[in-house]
């Protein structure tokens, strides 16, 4: 019986003890800057062809995520759980074509678009704002094309990446940033300036 309670009390002080650890501190990275319309991806003009009700949608006053300690768990809790849920696969293997697919990882499989697309769902459904969740086009070290998702908050630009667990900095990735939505319409597409960046509020 000593046993039994003492492993109930031990179990307890563990699950007291976890929510401490995993809400250590956000961090503060700098806002990426912004520049004119630009030309709006393949892609996403597929998307919303096949589903319309996820792209028919009012534009709204841009909004930040506040970044509390409690937020800050729950963004990386999804980026884990959805980089391990999906299966990378290219997009010609998967979808038999060269040209731009994207979607939802309706088979549990996908490439870098899927995964953003799945993370933005998922943190909308949480309650976090459509209008600080974007799809992100950037080009990587090797200059080749990729897609991700900026989570803008009160602490500054964030990314959510199917390359890694890690929820780094815009600035920290080594990419080349090229566009992403605007947070007031997601079907309008704006021109990430080179090499400009604001400091965290």
Not at 50 to 61: K, W
Not at 113 to 125: G, P, Q
Not at 152 to 177: C, H, M, Q
Request: with cysteine.
């Amino acid at each position: 019986m000593f046993a039994s309670a003492f492993r109930l009390f031990f179990l307890a002080a563990v699950a007291f003890a976890a929510p401490a650890h995993a809400l250590a501190e956000a961090p503060k990275a700098s806002f990426a800057v912004t520049g004119e319309a630009t030309s709006i991806p393949y892609g996403w003009m597929d998307f919303c062809s096949r589903r319309p009700q996820e792209c028919r949608q009012g534009a709204l006053p841009a909004d930040d995520v506040e970044l509390t300690r409690e937020a800050w768990a729950q963004i990386a809790e999804i980026n884990r759980a959805v980089n391990a849920a999906i299966e990378p696969i290219s997009n010609l293997e998967h979808w038999g074509t060269i040209a731009d697919h994207w979607d939802y990882p309706t088979d549990g499989k996908g490439d870098c678009k899927i995964y953003a697309l799945e993370k933005r769902r998922r943190l909308i459904e949480m309650g976090f704002p459509r209008q600080a969740l974007l799809m992100t086009i950037v080009r990587d070290q090797h200059d080749q094309g990729h897609t991700i998702l900026t989570l803008r908050t009160s602490r500054g630009d964030f990314i959510l990446d199917n390359l890694t667990d890690a929820v780094k900095p815009w600035e920290k990735t080594g990419y080349r940033f090229v566009k992403r939505q605007s947070q007031e319409d997601p079907n309008v597409w704006l021109a990430i300036e080179a090499r400009r960046r604001v400091g965290a509020r």
